[in-house]
């Protein structure tokens, strides 16, 4: 074990107790929370430029300073990869990044990727001790993007202890979070693991779902390097399921199959209009554009351009969606979500950034029929107003329609993002394999082992929608299972 990742011991380390005697509690706490530094609204809704600078070198120490360093740190419980959080914010405060990015290292296999699309302020950061003394929490987000992107900076080592191979060969279906979260974890083990990628891209939905303002591909691109680094093998262009069934990999030596496809299947909401030119779903959409370039300069990829455009939903996806039309020229941005604003499960941050940017927030409002031209091209929508209920199973209220109010406004582009379902290839090519009524594949919630002995699997084909980081912790749970098994 590195010197790196012996200083990030958890309580008893001679420069943490350096660190305490260095500021009082009281003065920990009464530094501000730090503020991240943004390009300017009116200049990034030009290019596709990431929104958020990062942190400061003389930033990140401060705001690592507020850390109060727990006995009992509940920001790691909160973690669903259960990053050392107190471990790699102090090395941050004693200005040791490559050790705060070794740290991160030892659980998490895209520190750079989820300290910016996680949702922090539900998991760790929910948990912190400020949030009871009625203060702004540590900003566990920010600091997990510097470390990361520090020590690219500074060139910093991997910190990985040796790794010693045990010749077994492992499959992944799916480059997305959660197959790269397993594929690193086996790696790291000594097995020979194998990547298959249905796209002509590496990072599944971190590439296709996300755009490039929110996750710029070339930090997904230096995370998917430092697999490689371990080892990890990857196969574009393959489709679990259609190029190579279950039954082929077991053939070819695989001794256990992790799958990781996704839910790219698009949902729709069953109403008129919906086969009309100009209405489409947002996994098609952020595709196009995210993943095949559509709208840049020499990209031969079409991709509608309304004027006036509508997206359905109050998810992270909408956001992302609602941000991308208004780059790719929409004069007019409208978010039409049938809830209140403070029921949007999307972020925060994503919604502030909405509004700075000029999208129009429609709540309270459903659409119920969408109407085409002699073309056959969307040109209106017609949209119920709705009032809250009473709360549902989720807790939150339920829209109900106002008797008579529907209006009908002029678009030019819908873009639908009210949910996916599950890719339907590999749960329904695999005999013998359980699989839910929603089309997930059935699994055990601790091992991630499904009706078949050899084949774990994790991320949105067993949750039907998950963050980054749930889907990595997915593929973590899933690696040490497998492995045991494996080893017995």
């Known amino acids: ?39 300017p609204a009116d200049y990034r809704v030009t290019n596709n430029e990431e929104v958020n600078q990062g942190l400061s070198r003389e930033q990140a120490m401060l705001e690592a300073t507020r850390c109060l360093d727990c006995p009992d740190p509940q920001c790691t419980h909160g973690c669903p990869v259960a990053i050392n959080i107190p471990g790699f914010v102090k090395n941050i405060e004693r200005g040791d990044f490559k050790a705060a990015d070794v740290v991160l290292r030892e659980t998490s296999a895209l520190p750079a990727v989820c300290g910016r699309v ?71 083990r000594g097995y020979d693991v194998t990547v298959y990628e249905a796209l002509h891209e590496i990072g599944g939905v971190l590439k296709y779902g996300i755009p490039e303002f929110r996750l710029p591909n070339a930090v997904v691109d230096v995370e ?17 399921g259609k190029t190579l069934s279950y039954d082929d990999l077991m053939k070819s030596g695989f001794k256990g199959l992790f799958v990781a496809s996704g839910a790219g299947l698009p949902r729709f909401m069953g109403i008129p209009g919906e086969n009309l030119i100009g209405v489409m779903s947002s996994n098609e959409y952020l595709t196009r554009v995210n993943l095949m370039g559509a709208g840049r300069e020499g990209c031969d990829t079409p991709v509608a351009k309304g004027k006036t455009a509508a997206i359905i939903g109050g998810g992270n ?39 700075e940017e000029g999208v129009e927030f429609m709540t309270l409002h ?35 329609p106002i008797e008579g109010a529907i209006d009908e406004i002029p678009v030019d582009m819908v873009i639908v993002s009210v949910g996916v379902s599950p890719n339907p290839l590999i749960p329904n090519s695999v005999d013998g394999l359980e699989v839910s009524s929603r089309g997930t594949i059935v699994v055990d919630d601790s091992t991630m082992c499904s009706s078949i002995s050899n084949l774990y699997a994790g991320g949105d084909i067993v949750r039907g929608g998950a963050t980054v980081i749930l889907a990595m912790g997915d593929g973590r749970r899933a690696a040490a299972s497998m492995a045991a098994a494996l080893e017995k």
Request: glycine residues 6%; proline residues 5%.
């Open 224 to 240: 998917i390097e430092s697999l490689k680094r371990l080892g990890v093998k990857f196969v574009r262009d393959c489709i679990i």
């Open 317 to 355: 996806t909408a956001m992302d969606s609602v941000r991308t039309a208004r780059r790719m020229g929409a004069e007019r941005v409208m978010l039409v979500y049938r809830r209140s604003e403070s029921e949007m499960p999307a972020r925060l941050e994503e919604v502030k950034h909405a509004k």
């Open 118 to 188: 996680c949702p922090q302020e539900k998991q760790c950061e929910s948990r912190c001790i400020y949030n009871k003394m009625k203060k702004e929490p540590v900003a566990i987000g920010y600091l997990e993007r510097f470390a990361a992107d520090a020590a690219k900076r500074v060139d910093a080592p991997t910190g990985e202890a040796e790794i010693v191979l045990n010749g077994i060969k492992v499959a992944v279906a799916g480059s997305g979070p959660a197959g790269l979260s397993f594929a690193g974890d086996m790696a790291k």
């Open 366 to 400: 459903n659409p119920i029929e969408y109407i085409g031209d002699e073309k056959g091209r969307v040109c209106a929508m017609r949209v119920q107003r709705m009032e809250l209920g009473e709360p549902d199973a989720s807790g939150r209220r339920s829209p109900v």
């Open 1 to 39: 074990m590195s010197e790196n990742i012996k200083t990030s011991a958890p309580r008893d380390a001679q420069w943490r107790e350096e660190l305490r005697k260095r500021h009082t509690a009281k003065e920990r706490g009464a530094i501000p929370r730090v503020k991240m530094p943004e390009l």
